[in-house]
């Protein structure tokens, strides 16, 4: 399969891609003045508040981060619609869901999302419904960036392969699979998103307004094999960025560390635990777990637990397994 490069082509192609260098650049200048290792420790202190059934405290914090940084997170502005909504702010809850669609929440799951029922009695969730086609288009003009376009296509690459494994009944097919066909693509995809990272930085949800295109396809490079992982050169130059990403708000620090715990738990056979997201650490693991999750800013293991706990009592969604 031949694959496109990334500044090649037409004279139209070439300058659409040098306005979003231009754009993402200007964008890079911003994230560097503002320090994202602070936005997550103060997201740890508002999840603490809600473990606590404090959602007046976690509205305020939310209020202040949200006033503090240029860009939200998409999850946290689902978040702190919730929790707005609990402590009786309902105009913040709806503000806070308009900006939330901005940066890419879906109307049909704010619709359905039985917490927010109440809400669909005021004038203002009217106004939300009407220029929600509005809201979404905002969003979209991410998704048409040159890099965001690019990352599409080549997710849709990767799953379309991947789909084609499930049809490798044995496991040692499916490894010569992965070993022979897949992975020469994977190694396409990845040295394409390493040009993306050149030129303008890790392309996660800041950037291109998804996150889930970049944590799959690393994850699938990550999960070819033993060998494969052992032999690898290209994720591991890759990782300095990523964490990198993490203190500029280009990238989640949960996308890395499920992207990473698909790396340790292949190349040592599930016998290291990074991260805790693919498996629950032991007792043993936990220690290290939370050290490693620590560090790039990613809640305690076992806050999983206790906030899901508090999801179950008030019908929350926290978005505890898909904070990608």
């Given at each position: 399969m031949v694959y496109v490069e990334l500044i090649i082509g037409s004279r139209n192609r070439v300058l659409m891609w040098l306005c979003a260098l231009a754009f993402l650049l200007g964008a890079r200048v911003v994230n560097a003045q503002q320090d994202y290792r602070h936005y997550h420790q103060q997201v740890l202190k508002v999840?603490?508040?809600?473990?606590?059934?404090?959602?007046?405290?976690?509205?305020?914090?939310?209020?202040?981060?949200?006033?503090?940084?240029?860009?939200?997170?998409?999850?946290?502005?689902?978040?702190?619609?919730?929790?707005?909504?609990?402590?009786?702010?309902?105009?913040?809850?709806?503000?806070?869901?308009?900006?939330?669609?901005?940066?890419?929440?879906?109307?049909?799951?704010?619709?359905?999302?039985?917490?927010?029922?109440?809400?669909?009695?005021?004038?203002?969730?009217?106004?939300?419904?009407?220029?929600?086609?509005?809201?979404?288009?905002?969003?979209?003009?991410?998704?048409?960036?040159?890099?965001?376009?690019?990352?599409?296509?080549?997710?849709?690459?990767?799953?379309?392969?991947?789909?084609?494994?499930?049809?490798?009944?044995?496991?040692?097919?499916?490894?010569?699979?992965?070993?022979?066909?897949?992975?020469?693509?994977?190694?396409?995809?990845?040295?394409?998103?390493?040009?993306?990272?050149?030129?303008?930085?890790?392309?996660?949800?800041?950037?291109?307004?998804?996150?889930?295109?970049?944590?799959?396809?690393?994850?699938?490079?990550?999960?070819?094999?033993?060998d494969y992982s052992e032999k690898d050169t290209l994720y591991l130059k890759m990782k300095p960025e990523l964490l990198q990403a993490i203190q500029v708000g280009f990238l989640s620090p949960y996308v890395y560390g499920w992207v990473e715990d698909w790396y340790w738990s292949v190349l040592t056979q599930g016998a290291e635990n990074a991260y805790g997201m693919l498996n629950a650490p032991d007792k043993v693991q936990q220690a290290e777990v939370n050290i490693n999750r620590g560090r790039v800013g990613m809640r305690p293991w076992e806050n999983e637990k206790r906030l899901n706990q508090v999801e179950r009592k008030y019908g929350l969604d926290l978005k505890l397994t898909r904070d990608l």
């Amino acid at each position: 399969m031949v694959y496109v490069e990334l500044i090649i082509g037409s004279r139209n192609r070439v300058l659409m891609w040098l306005c979003a260098l231009a754009f993402l650049l200007g964008a890079r200048v911003v994230n560097a003045q503002q320090d994202y290792r602070h936005y997550h420790q103060q997201v740890l202190k508002v999840e603490d508040q809600i473990m606590l059934e404090n959602f007046d405290s976690a509205t305020v914090l939310y209020h202040a981060l949200f006033s503090e940084y240029e860009f939200v997170f998409q999850r946290d502005w689902w978040v702190g619609a919730q929790c707005a909504f609990i402590s009786g702010e309902d105009e913040l809850a709806l503000k806070w869901l308009e900006l939330g669609m901005k940066a890419g929440l879906e109307w049909r799951e704010i619709k359905d999302f039985s917490l927010f029922r109440p809400l669909k009695k005021i004038d203002d969730w009217k106004s939300l419904e009407k220029e929600k086609a509005d809201y979404r288009r905002e969003y979209e003009t991410k998704l048409d960036s040159p890099p965001a376009r690019k990352m599409e296509a080549m997710f849709r690459e990767d799953q379309a392969l991947a789909f084609k494994s499930l049809f490798r009944f044995s496991e040692n097919k499916r490894n010569k699979f992965a070993e022979e066909v897949f992975a020469i693509q994977s190694e396409k995809h990845l040295q394409e998103i390493q040009k993306i990272i050149d030129l303008v930085g890790v392309p996660g949800e800041r950037m291109v307004g998804e996150s889930i295109w970049l944590s799959v396809m690393l994850s699938h490079h990550n999960g070819i094999s033993q060998d494969y992982s052992e032999k690898d050169t290209l994720y591991l130059k890759m990782k300095p960025e990523l964490l990198q990403a993490i203190q500029v708000g280009f990238l989640s620090p949960y996308v890395y560390g499920w992207v990473e715990d698909w790396y340790w738990s292949v190349l040592t056979q599930g016998a290291e635990n990074a991260y805790g997201m693919l498996n629950a650490p032991d007792k043993v693991q936990q220690a290290e777990v939370n050290i490693n999750r620590g560090r790039v800013g990613m809640r305690p293991w076992e806050n999983e637990k206790r906030l899901n706990q508090v999801e179950r009592k008030y019908g929350l969604d926290l978005k505890l397994t898909r904070d990608l």
